[in-house]
């Protein structure tokens, strides 16, 4: 069933639509518990497309295994999908910055309020992002400390590489993640691919990740997949950020999610004018490499990768 859970007019007689499909058990009897999976808060992110259609697709293939009700938002920011932007376009705002909203407010902030209360009393309800155009992120579930008893025990059952706990600059106060939590809705955020792509093996994995969690839940009575025991990282000190230090091409001398040792080369950082290499640039310690740039092109400061640190 398709519901519109946001409506706000435009400039031109247009209106923005935001909405949600909810799937609904054959049984009334279990209609008592609600797990909903957002996406789309970013308009570069589309990662989670293919993820809620075939999230969605599976369920109504096998509906009598449904035991309770999903609601799947695919695109909460649908202007900046539309533009190929990250942002709220027009007025050039994150919208995982307005969170828990505002019903008065300006636009994006009128509309995370009613995503909020559309939310607001489910059992649970998974964030899904993917990184920027710049990056390539293996597929991770992040979180405050300050949730890890209560939730860490969900994130072990979504299927991702990695769980890194820390008080990560991408999970602030005004993120849908927080927002959620501090109403007292049990909520995940997820990270995977890389911007404006579909990476569908990731896709693929976190899919099955989310029928385990429902599986946990009771919303989901078939059979699911044993979930990979994925690394978990508690300390922020444990993770090494590689940064640029001259500007050029990027070329990458490993690959995404392979281990390291230190003194490896992680990659070049090329002059293609002059053909003289401008950076070499090395890992300080052996560990395991999840994050890695995708987009060619950096200046000094870039975020080149990150290593988790340990056995390579």
């Known amino acids: 069933m398709i519901k519109t859970v946001v409506s706000v007019g435009l400039p031109v007689l247009e209106t923005m639509h935001i909405k949600k499909n909810r799937l609904m058990p054959k049984s009334p009897d279990h209609s008592d518990k609600r797990f909903c999976v957002i996406t789309g808060i970013h308009g570069d992110e589309l990662e989670g497309q293919y993820i809620c259609y075939e999230l969605i697709r599976r369920i109504e293939e096998n509906i009598d295994l449904l035991a309770g009700i999903v609601d799947v ?61 710049f990056l390539r992120e293996i597929p991770q579930v992040r979180l405050l400390k300050e949730h890890q008893e209560s939730l860490m025990k969900y994130a072990m059952l979504l299927n991702t590489d990695f769980i890194w706990v820390h008080s990560s600059p991408t999970i602030q106060p005004a993120s849908l993640y927080h927002s959620l939590n501090a109403i007292g809705v049990p909520t995940l955020a997820v990270e995977m691919g890389v911007g404006m792509r579909i990476t569908k093996q990731f896709g693929d994995q976190m899919v099955e990740g989310i029928f385990s969690l429902m599986k946990e ?13 994925p690394i978990i990282s508690t300390t922020k000190e444990r993770v090494t950020l590689l940064h640029a230090e001259a500007s050029g091409i ?44 995708e987009y060619p092109v950096v200046y000094g400061g870039s975020l080149i990768a990150r290593i988790l640190e340990g056995e390579a």
């Open 217 to 229: 839940l009771g919303i989901w009575k078939g059979e699911v997949m044993e979930p990979k025991k």
């Open 73 to 133: 938002y695919p695109c909460v920011n649908p202007l900046g999908m539309e533009s190929i932007s990250r942002r709220v376009p027009t007025f050039d705002l994150d919208m995982n910055r307005s969170f828990p909203g505002n019903l008065e407010g300006d636009m994006s902030e009128h509309a995370a309020a009613k995503i909020v209360e559309d939310i607001a009393g489910a059992n649970f309800c998974l964030d899904l992002h993917a990184s920027n155009i």
């Open 250 to 293: 990027f070329l990458p001398s490993v690959e995404h999610w392979e281990g390291i040792k230190k003194g490896d080369e992680v990659g070049k950082i090329v002059d293609s004018l002059t053909g003289e290499t401008r950076q070499t640039i090395t890992a300080p310690n052996d560990g395991m490499v999840f994050t890695l740039r």
